[in-house]
Nanobody, 125 residues
Framework: QLQLVESGGGLVRPGGSLRLSCAAS????????IGWFRQAPGKEREGVSC????????VSVDSGHGQFTISRDNAENTVYLRIDSLSTEDTAVYYC??????????????????WGEGTEVAVAS
């Protein structure tokens, strides 16, 4: 059973950076597509970025003012989401999600089977 645990959230000032982690267990990253999603207060969950089993990545063009970079460490079985130039619009709970590899990853949340509990990111001065 795939389990995902996010970490790395916190309070950061506008313009700052964070690196979020998504640690996977129960499967290895070369067998998974992993997506990062976020849900801001009062808004629907939206896809931010994803990485497929081969390491190909996708970033949403509607991801607000932050700059997103997704990467992974196969030895640690962990996927990272670095967010630079954070703005208050990036305040949200960030979730990672996984599914067995399907070729290309997707930013559609309904396509993922397993979800972490989320890590909260708050951007404020």
């Amino acid at each position: 059973q795939l389990q995902l645990v996010e970490s790395g959230g916190g309070l950061v000032r506008p313009g700052g950076s964070l690196r979020l982690s998504c640690a996977a267990s129960g499967s290895t990253l070369d067998a998974l597509d992993i997506g990062w999603f976020r849900q801001a207060p009062g808004k629907e969950r939206e896809g931010v970025s994803c990485i497929d089993s081969r390491g190909s990545t996708m970033v949403s063009v509607d991801s607000g003012h932050g700059q997103f970079t997704i990467s992974r460490d196969n030895a640690e079985n962990t996927v990272y989401l670095r967010i630079d130039s954070l703005s208050t619009e990036d305040t949200a709970v960030y979730y990672c999600a996984g599914r067995p590899k399907r070729g290309l990853c997707t930013l559609e949340s309904s396509r993922y089977d397993n979800w972490g509990e989320g890590t909260e990111v708050a951007v404020a001065s």
